[in-house]
């Protein structure tokens, strides 16, 4: 996942880019960049790092401008290259730049099209330079001075059909304006909103509506999948659907972790759909476990807060902070490597003695991915007096790789791929292990829109929406991996490991 964010307005942009992305910054911490566009000249800064060590006093002065995009990256496959850091420039046709969230399926065959049949040549790894490539030869292929948003939008239509998976992109044209558009299946999250102010009115364009909340400006919608939206320099909003069949799956995964609890995704609050986990796990223990003995329930930070509470609630236990969280740790989920991820563990949290003492407790994380940082948590909690350490999973078990966007892609580093919840409980040693069922959790993100029929539920039951993933596909990825040469398995086995099931 990252996080993009693009803006036309009525006086310079860079600070609030720089805000948006500031607040976009949980879905990326390895690299971010701004691009802006001021009166014929582009004006670029993008490095590896957080926002605020990115961007210098002198490197704001330099982003002038009244239009420009911003990114956060997260690596996809475990990439921390400062060549991968976005947005992404070509300057044939006109000078187009990308800002990109997700991944592309086919990608290496595209490539592969690019040079042999286009003629133009990619200089990364990244996807998104590719998706940049083929919207930019689209455009190319008018051979025309001046174009209008329908060629934009016409080159949009040429991108779903050429490119397959989940995007959501932001893409500025010098002289013309930005423009966001989103996969026919709407996997990953964009949106837009508007502001006024006395020169006229404003237009943002973003993964999630927390960044247009704090600067001001009021959402007016999601981008809908396989739309396009095109604001002009002149302050105008053009949007157009571009795909010829779409039907809106965006990935429930975004709900249980990836998204702000402040957003609105789909018109469905991610608090509110937080809550509403808690509440399902609770009846499932009430269901299940019924003569359970826990004291009290501890959320693993941040994320499982808002589900811990209603949980708590719901059972009528008492919920308590067991762990301070150092914030000047990233998110360990989304940090290149796992070497990196098992070290910032013990550093990220420390528990609170008091809390855990003598008592039978159940800890709540919002999921469970590689499994090596509960086990750790476990322990912490053990070691400072815990009685019983219980532990609960508000998703259910994550068993598939994803191929969207999330680096999670191999399905031997997954805890619960080919494993029994019993299999995963002794594995992480806790006394009792419960995990959310995903019928329980699509209802309820479903309850914020009941017009949600299908989700990416992907990593939960190997079902792949866009219907055009393979084992092969899978191992190729697997193998892109930095630390896929830690796993001696060989490639039968990894096919069999697979289970790969198609929608």
């Known amino acids: 996942m990252c996080g993009v964010i693009g803006m036309v307005a009525k006086s310079p942009v860079n600070q609030a880019l720089y805000d948006g992305l500031t607040v976009l910054q949980h879905r990326g911490q390895d690299a971010a960049g701004i691009m802006t566009f001021d009166r014929g000249r582009l004006h670029l800064r993008k490095d590896n790092g957080l926002v605020r060590d990115v961007f210098s006093t002198q490197d704001m002065m330099q982003l002038q401008g009244n239009v420009g995009i911003g990114h956060c990256r997260y690596p996809t496959a475990g990439c921390a290259s400062s060549a991968e850091a976005q ?27 690019l040079f042999l049949e286009d003629l133009r040549h990619i200089n990364t790894s990244s996807d998104s330079e590719i998706l940049l490539n083929v919207f930019a030869h689209k455009l190319g292929e008018l051979a025309k001075l001046r174009i209008d948003e329908s060629d934009l939008f016409n080159a949009v239509a040429g991108i779903h059909e050429r490119c397959h998976g989940g995007y959501a992109a932001i893409v500025m044209i010098n002289g013309y304006g930005i423009l966001g558009f989103r996969d026919p299946h709407g996997i990953r999250p964009l949106c837009f909103g508007s502001r006024e102010t006395d020169a006229g009115t404003e237009y943002m364009i973003a993964s999630e509506s927390v960044a247009l909340n704090v600067l001001g400006f009021t959402l007016i919608r999601d981008v809908a999948p396989g739309e396009a939206v095109f604001i002009d320099l002149d302050g105008n909003l053009h949007t157009r659907q571009c795909a010829t069949e779409t039907r809106l799956s965006p990935c429930i995964f975004e709900y249980v972790y990836l998204a702000r609890p402040d957003s609105m995704l789909d018109d469905v609050s991610v608090y509110k759909s937080r809550l509403r986990m808690g509440r399902m796990l609770a009846r499932k223990i009430n269901r299940e476990w019924a003569n359970h003995d826990i004291d009290v329930v501890i959320p693993i930070p941040d994320t499982s807060r808002t589900s811990a509470l209603d949980l708590a609630n719901d059972l009528n236990i008492t919920y308590r902070e067991g762990f301070i969280k150092n914030r000047y740790i990233g998110r360990t989920f989304i940090m290149p490597g796992q070497a990196v991820r098992e070290k910032s563990v013990r550093q990220k949290l420390n528990p609170i003695e008091l809390e855990f003492k003598g008592k039978n407790v159940l800890l709540l994380d919002d999921s469970i991915v590689r499994g090596t940082t509960s086990e750790q ?20 078990p994550v068993r598939y790789p994803n191929v969207y966007g999330i680096d999670m892609p191999a399905a031997r580093e997954l805890l619960a791929h080919e ?65 896929a040469v830690r796993y001696g398995a060989g490639e039968s086995n990894a096919v069999n490991e697979l289970g790969l099931v198609r929608s």
Do not use: W
């Not at 409980?425 to 029929?453: C, F, K, P, S």
């Open 87 to 113: 947005p992404f420039y070509v300057n044939s046709p006109y000078g187009i730049s990308i800002a990109h969230n997700g991944n592309l399926t086919n990608a290496e065959a595209i490539k592969r099209d």
């Open 377 to 396: 948590i476990i322990q912490m909690a053990r070691d400072t007096g815990a009685n019983k350490v219980y532990f609960a999973s508000a998703a259910p």
């Open 419 to 483: 494993r029994s919840v019993e299999d995963i409980r002794r594995t992480i040693g806790a006394d009792h292990m419960i995990y959310q069922d995903l019928d329980d959790l699509v209802e309820a993100v479903r309850e914020g829109n009941e017009a949600l029929r299908s989700f990416d539920c992907s990593c939960f039951d190997g079902r792949y929406v866009t219907g055009d993933i393979s084992v092969d596909y899978l191992l190729r990825l697997e193998a892109q991996r930095a630390d």
